[in-house]
């Protein structure tokens, strides 16, 4: 089994996704290279990109003399743990759509622009409840809905880790000021504007799902800030879910597995899906600081016996 991860950066944290997701994939005695999302060419049918091929002994540890090309059609399953660069964004998923029809691609095409997206959440209310949302490029719809009353939260479409979140009412000082800001000066970005779920200031639960499979689950919660994102200040406690939070994750995560999303954190306020993170989704790192077992090599198992 010949497993390449496609990540931005090859100097890594020892508890990060891609340390501990290549070192069970090691133990589990698959051949693991690491590539540069940003690297990927086209070269006549080949998709390729720049890295290196793990040693069992080098464990996780890069090694920056080394720099191959790497033919990614030759491995049995790509995984791709980050985006990279925002502007060559389409291009990538244009060469990742390729690679599919040669090998195994995880998350898949569909599911990093379909369940990446804020806007597909909207349209999958058969399956779970989300909070009301808007989006545009202009501010004066967002004015509206806000002078209307009730607590919005403001976000960018593509935001990731808490960044470029605010919490705005109509009394907010001067926030057409800020959303007119945030949409740029050619009006040529857009804006999610969402309904604040009150029950989200008692916090945020983030569910790991491999392969439909519950991999584990922690509280997030935030004292003093809107945004639970531990990167924002937001800290990590132990907890479980209840049957029907537990049901709920089981039924998306199924759902996101058929679409090709196979390994995903799903952000809960239970009866409400805030959010399903198909990009690198972080908490193995968390849920060992928290005291549980490194469930690095179950989601490699649950992912490599799918």
Same mark, same amino acid.
């Given at each position: 089994?010949?497993?390449?991860?496609?990540?931005?950066?090859?100097?890594?944290?020892?508890?990060?996704?891609?340390?501990?997701?290549?070192?069970?994939?090691?133990?589990?005695?698959?051949?693991?290279?690491?590539?540069?999302?940003?690297?990927?060419?086209?070269?006549?049918?080949?998709?390729?990109?720049?890295?290196?091929?793990?040693?069992?002994?080098?464990?996780?540890?890069?090694?920056?003399?080394?720099?191959?090309?790497?033919?990614?059609?030759?491995?049995?399953?790509?995984?791709?743990?980050?985006?990279?660069?925002?502007?060559?964004?389409?291009?990538?998923?244009?060469?990742?759509?390729?690679?599919?029809?040669?090998?195994?691609?995880?998350?898949?095409?569909?599911?990093?622009?379909?369940?990446?997206?804020?806007?597909?959440?909207?349209?999958?209310?058969?399956?779970?409840?989300?909070?009301?949302?808007?989006?545009?490029?202009?501010?004066?719809?967002?004015?509206?809905?806000?002078?209307?009353? +009730? !607590?919005?939260?403001?976000?960018? $479409? &593509? #935001?990731? *880790?808490?960044?470029?979140?605010?919490?705005?009412?109509? /009394?907010? %000082?001067?926030?057409?000021?800020?959303?007119?800001?945030?949409?740029?000066?050619?009006?040529?970005?857009?804006?999610?504007?969402?309904?604040?779920?009150?029950?989200?200031?008692? +916090? !945020?639960?983030?569910?790991?799902? $491999? &392969? #439909?499979? *519950?991999?584990?689950?922690?509280?997030?919660?935030?004292? /003093?800030? %809107?945004?639970?994102?531990?990167?924002?200040?937001?800290?990590?406690?132990?907890?479980?879910?209840?049957?029907?939070?537990?049901?709920?994750?089981?039924?998306?995560?199924?759902?996101?597995?058929?679409?090709?999303?196979?390994?995903? #954190?799903?952000?809960?306020?239970?009866?409400?899906?805030?959010?399903?993170?198909?990009?690198?989704?972080?908490?193995?790192?968390?849920?060992?600081?928290?005291?549980?077992?490194?469930?690095?090599?179950?989601?490699?198992?649950?992912?490599?016996?799918?």
């Amino acid at each position: 089994m010949k497993l390449l991860f496609l990540t931005q950066l090859l100097d890594v944290k020892e508890d990060g996704n891609l340390a501990l997701l290549t070192t069970a994939a090691i133990a589990a005695g698959t051949h693991v290279a690491w590539g540069h999302i940003d690297q990927l060419s086209l070269v006549a049918d080949q998709v390729i990109t720049h890295g290196q091929r793990l040693t069992p002994h080098q464990g996780f540890q890069s090694d920056p003399n080394i720099d191959q090309a790497l033919a990614c059609g030759d491995f049995d399953l790509v995984w791709v743990l980050s985006l990279g660069k925002r502007n060559s964004f389409l291009d990538k998923i244009q060469l990742l759509k390729i690679l599919e029809t040669q090998t195994r691609v995880i998350n898949s095409t569909e599911a990093l622009l379909y369940l990446r997206s804020k806007y597909g959440l909207t349209q999958l209310g058969d399956l779970f409840q989300h909070p009301k949302t808007f989006a545009s490029n202009r501010a004066e719809p967002f004015i509206e809905i806000i002078e209307g009353g +009730g !607590e919005w939260i403001l976000k960018p $479409a &593509a #935001g990731s *880790l808490g960044q470029g979140i605010f919490l705005l009412n109509k /009394t907010t %000082h001067s926030y057409p000021s800020l959303i007119r800001y945030l949409l740029g000066q050619n009006a040529d970005h857009y804006l999610i504007l969402q309904e604040h779920i009150p029950d989200i200031d008692r +916090g !945020e639960k983030r569910v790991l799902m $491999a &392969a #439909g499979h *519950l991999i584990g689950a922690y509280l997030r919660r935030q004292d /003093t800030d %809107h945004r639970t994102n531990l990167m924002q200040g937001g800290q990590a406690e132990p907890t479980t879910l209840s049957e029907a939070e537990q049901t709920l994750a089981l039924k998306l995560g199924a759902y996101c597995s058929e679409l090709g999303a196979e390994f995903i #954190g799903i952000d809960l306020v239970y009866p409400y899906v805030i959010e399903i993170n198909v990009i690198n989704p972080g908490g193995l790192g968390t849920l060992m600081s928290l005291g549980e077992a490194n469930q690095a090599g179950a989601v490699i198992k649950a992912i490599l016996q799918t």
